[in-house]
């Protein structure tokens, strides 16, 4: 008899403890997690003010890049990603004897995920990564260069099912170059401005809470 008044006493509790671990251990892996987010998107260079690209050069109308994301504490979201695009000399006189520029760049983001509807959600960002334009000159030598990316801009997404999203955004980028030049060009050469805009989808592994 005591032996069993000793275990009603004493399971419950054991139980009790069993179940706040498990939550415990859940909301850990509910705000910090390693399953990745995919994002695939296409995107489209806008250049603005006066340099190198914007005068002697017209993007394709269409690029593309991938973001990996796998951190996120609670809202809060870290990733990687890598962008591609391709640029036409449009002036030989300013840019030289190039027959094409490819643009790379490979960043890190902090996204917010802020859900203003079940479906609908708006995410800010803010990121640093590094570009670099590789140069093809008509006799099939290249010249690379490279430079550092501020990223500010945010998304705009929509949950299409528990494991896919649509997204458009838009960006600004603001790049430095670090080109020998004459000093009457390094502004000219070396910083960029430009408007990014995106549309993809995005793969979320384990899915959309609540869908």
């Not at 275990?7 to 390693?34: G, M, R, W, Y």
């Not at 914007?54 to 109308?61: I, L, N, R, S």
């Not at 490979?106 to 995920?113: R, V």
């Not at 093809?136 to 500010?152: K, Q, T, V, W």
């Amino acid at each position: 008899m005591k032996k069993v008044l000793f275990l009603l006493i004493v399971l419950p509790h054991l139980l009790f403890s069993q179940s706040k671990n498990d939550n415990a251990d859940q909301e850990v892996e509910q705000t910090f997690f390693h399953k990745p987010q995919f994002y695939f998107y296409i995107s489209h260079h806008i250049n603005k003010g006066e340099h190198f690209l914007a005068d002697g050069h017209k993007p394709d109308f269409f690029g593309g890049g991938i973001q990996i994301n796998f951190i996120k504490y609670h809202n809060v979201k870290f990733g990687l990603g890598w962008e591609y695009h391709e640029y036409n000399v449009t002036d030989k006189s300013t840019i030289g004897n190039i027959n094409s520029s490819f643009y790379h760049a490979a960043f890190a983001k902090f996204q917010y995920q802020w859900d203003i509807l079940k479906r609908w959600s708006i995410e800010p960002y803010l990121g640093l990564g590094a570009t670099r334009i590789q140069q093809r000159y008509i006799n099939s030598a290249r010249d690379d260069f490279y430079g550092m990316n501020f990223y500010a801009g945010g998304n705009f997404t929509f949950k299409l099912t528990k494991y896919l999203s649509v997204f458009t955004g838009i960006n600004y980028n603001n790049i430095r170059f670090n080109i020998n030049t004459n000093s009457n060009w390094k502004d000219y050469f070396n910083k960029v401005n430009q408007i990014q805009m995106q549309f993809g989808i995005i793969l979320t592994v384990d899915g959309n809470k609540g869908l």
